[in-house]
């Protein structure tokens, strides 16, 4: 028998996702919608070599009701046979009511608890306001793009080993000890060398978005080369999204038509819902993402409001500029845009467009080798010499602000920590300190600089180490008195 983990929240925080992550299939439907869970499901999962069976459960709500009793009875259950609860919150949102009221039920199950943060996509924002919920430092995770999961392993480990082969169990401590020697690996602030990858092996995942009736359809069957997609003048044909495995020039790529996605109040269908939900989930799981626009109303509020979501789950975006050939003044509909772009998407630098028209393919050959420029900057990664170099050229020009001591807040070191956005951790004394200001500042100055334009990139704060402190405690036990 292996051991079994509960995963336990409010509704919508991601429950079921993770529990499709862990079991490597999609057998939880997961919906935005809260409450699309009801009964409790089990799994078998393996995490790192580490087997155990893995419980969704329903989302925890407010409010009475005999349909509540009793999702609330499942839950129950599961929990009194669990070696370990997962209790998950969603980091985005921060503390709310119902997580508080969980936590206190949890306190009085009486089985360990460890508390993951999902949709921490590189936002730490609400870490602090975790630790009130009283049990101990969070784990932080992305269960839709399997971020965190092993520092996840490493917190359920102690549960979920008790019934391993003594032979598995060494091979899990060595795992640990590995990864564990290479965290702890000192940073050379000289080091040159950058792993090179061969990206043109490499499957792209390709998602086509945007509003309904812009031409997605239409632009799929021309990449393609035939009527592959059901078009139209009648908007919302396509309702599923679908994908298609293709080659471009000798290049793989997975091309996904999607469902159009209208403003989210004008939006009452249960179809059109779960359609937009379909879309959301292919765009956000994809590598690079075009969104394609109607040249009579270029990158109106839905247009903008797609490209955020798409840049803040860390995709590659391209807009597209579709039905190109009827515009009759193409430059003021080209400053149009610029200015657009340039006003309300600031968080990309150099953000790609490209005009087509997908009923005469024109401009189709610029869009595919911007798909594979964005993917190769996206992929991209940065020597740590380099890095600290530049680094030192902007705290230069322009220096952190003041801290509490009258003295710039020190900046100690900065390294990339992976790809797929370029992310960055900025080592600092004082991290907490550094305002949204100077970070975008750096940011700005990454994206110019160092040629990572048209991809969100982002930057970690971490605490640096403080190389006095263990001398310090080597000198104070020696003062003490035998």
């Not at 985005?92 to 921490?120: C, E, F, H, M, Y």
């Not at 230069?396 to 797929?420: D, G, H, N, V």
Request: net charge positive.
């Amino acid at each position: 028998m292996t051991a079994l983990v509960s995963l336990v929240g409010r509704t919508n925080v991601g429950k079921s996702t993770l529990f499709n992550r862990l079991t490597g299939r999609k057998k939880a439907l997961v919906h935005d919608r809260p409450g699309v869970t009801r009964d409790r499901r089990e799994g078998n999962a393996v995490l790192f070599g580490c087997p155990f069976t893995v419980v969704d459960t329903a989302g925890l709500e407010i409010g009475a009701g005999e349909l509540a009793e009793s999702m609330w009875k499942q839950t129950q259950k599961a929990l009194q046979v669990s070696a370990v609860i997962v209790f998950m919150v969603d980091i985005r949102a921060g503390v709310t009511p119902l997580d508080k009221k969980t936590a206190q039920i949890l306190r009085k199950v009486g089985k360990p608890v460890v508390l993951a943060a999902n949709k921490a996509e590189g936002k730490e924002q609400f870490v602090q306001d975790l630790y009130s919920l009283g049990f101990g430092e969070p784990v932080l995770i992305s269960a839709e793009h399997g971020l965190g999961m092993s520092d996840l392993f490493d917190a359920l480990l102690p549960y979920i080993q008790t019934d391993l082969p003594e032979q598995e169990e060494e091979t899990i401590r060595e795992k640990r000890a590995r990864r564990r020697k290479k965290n702890e690996k000192e940073i050379d602030l000289n080091d040159e060398t950058v792993e090179q990858n061969d990206l043109t092996d490499r499957v792209i995942d390709l998602a086509i978005v945007g509003r309904p009736n812009v031409g997605k359809s239409t632009l799929v069957n021309r990449l393609i080369g035939e009527d592959r997609m059901l078009t139209g003048p009648m908007a919302g044909l396509t309702r599923d999204s679908i994908s298609i495995n293709w080659t471009y020039k000798g290049r793989s790529l997975r091309l996904t038509d999607t469902a159009g996605l209208r403003r989210r109040a004008k939006v009452e269908d249960d179809l059109e819902k779960l359609s937009a939900a379909d879309t959301k989930r292919a765009a956000f799981l994809a590598q690079v993402v075009v969104l394609v626009l109607d040249a009579d109303a270029i990158l109106d509020k839905q247009d903008l409001t797609i490209a955020r979501q798409v840049l803040d789950e860390g995709r590659a975006l391209i807009v597209a500029v579709n039905k190109w050939d009827t515009v009759r003044d193409k430059k003021q509909a080209l400053d149009r845009l610029n200015d657009r772009i340039g006003t309300s998407l600031t968080q990309v630098k150099g953000l790609k467009t490209i005009v087509i028209s997908a009923r005469t393919g024109e401009g189709l050959d610029k869009l595919m080798q911007a798909v594979f420029d964005v993917y190769a900057v996206w992929n991209s990664r940065i020597s740590t010499g380099r890095l600290n170099r530049w680094l030192m050229k902007m705290t230069e020009q322009t220096p952190p602000p003041l801290s509490a001591t009258k003295r710039p807040i020190p900046l100690k070191y900065i390294t990339q920590a992976k790809t797929r956005p370029p992310t960055f951790a900025l080592f600092s004394s004082n991290p907490e300190k550094l305002p949204e200001s100077y970070l975008r500042y750096l940011i700005k100055g990454l994206a110019q600089d160092l040629k990572i334009e048209g991809v969100p990139i982002r930057i970690l704060m971490r605490k640096a180490k403080n190389p006095y402190e263990n001398k310090a405690r080597t000198s104070r036990s020696k003062n003490k008195r035998p």
